[in-house]
């Protein structure tokens, strides 16, 4: 029996860059959370310790930053392709970078130069976001070129009423009580999978997290099932750049509280929100023609 080195990346997970645009008193913040993982020529590291086709994570995570500076951060997915590329390019060893992206939204604090007076003309006071958290992941591999998969994550949803569940197997354990009226709620993690390179990743992510929400809001619902699906559905249906969407949907139960004990009827009005355990819903859902995926989900 021989004993061989199997699949490997290594990187800098989490490094968090925060970069300002000065622009005049006015100023702009970009947020992001940027991990690296790189692969190639990595035998001799693991097999030997020879660190000679080693670029440090340390490297890793002070490029991030320098290229924060040098080039500024607009979308995320641009700024990891143009990390990946640059490991792939630079680095003869090195055949293969993974890169994935957390961005944080702050919102502006407005402040007036006093009671009824105009904006203040400086604007440096954020408050951070109640959104949900953008995400990608960016391969770029020397010889398959770029994959770009782009997402959301804690996008909590919830439809008071529009959700039934009822027609399900029943067998000696179930006890769940069919339902045409219930509170629907859940916390979207979704990634959608670009078919290429194409250069307008802000409006792309806009109109996604906007067909989501609409496709949530929309469908009245038998099952989250159906619901998930209708929501890749649509943004497949609004975004053509895009062949695949994954979805990960924890049902958020929500029980009628019986007040029958106090002498109150309950017609929908007052739920206990429970927190665990909760349905786990996943999917993904996508187009007939959608190319191989490769390693974009790796
Ligand atoms: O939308 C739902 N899907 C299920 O599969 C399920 N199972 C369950 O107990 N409640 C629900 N709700």
Request: net charge negative; glycine share 8%.
């Amino acid at each position: 029996m021989a004993i061989v080195l199997g699949p490997n990346r290594y990187g800098k997970a989490e490094t968090r860059v925060v970069r300002v645009v000065r622009d005049g008193g006015t100023h702009h913040i970009k947020d992001i959370n940027v991990s690296s993982a790189l692969s190639g020529d990595m035998e001799d590291v693991h097999l030997t310790g020879d660190n000679g086709n080693v670029l440090p994570t340390d490297t890793q995570k002070n490029t991030a930053y320098a290229f924060a500076k040098k080039y500024g951060v607009d979308q995320i997915e641009d700024f990891a392709l143009l990390l990946a590329r640059h490991y792939v390019d630079s680095q003869a060893p090195i055949r293969h970078a993974r890169v994935e992206i957390e961005e944080y939204f702050w919102d502006r604090i407005p402040v007036s130069d006093g009671p009824h007076l105009g904006l203040r003309e400086e604007q440096y006071s954020f408050v951070r976001s109640g959104r949900e958290v953008r995400t990608c992941v960016v391969h770029y591999d020397q010889d398959e070129g770029a994959t770009i998969v782009s997402g959301l994550k804690n996008l909590v949803v919830l439809n008071s009423t529009g959700s039934e569940f009822h027609g399900y197997v029943e067998d000696e354990f179930t006890t769940l009580k069919p339902t045409n009226d219930r509170i629907l709620a859940t916390e979207v993690s979704a990634q959608w999978r670009h078919r290429g390179e194409h250069g307008s990743f802000g409006r792309s992510y806009n109109e996604a997290r906007q067909s989501l929400l609409e496709a949530f809001a929309e469908t009245h619902s038998l099952s989250l099932q159906q619901t998930l699906y209708q929501m890749g559905r649509r943004v497949l249906n609004t975004r053509k750049e895009v062949c695949e969407v994954r979805m990960v949907m924890p049902n958020k139960h929500h029980f009628l509280v019986d007040l029958e004990p106090f002498g109150m009827d309950n017609p929908n009005e007052v739920f206990f929100a429970a927190d665990r355990p909760y349905g786990l819903i996943e999917g993904s859902v996508l187009t007939d023609d959608a190319p191989a995926a490769g390693f974009a989900w790796n």
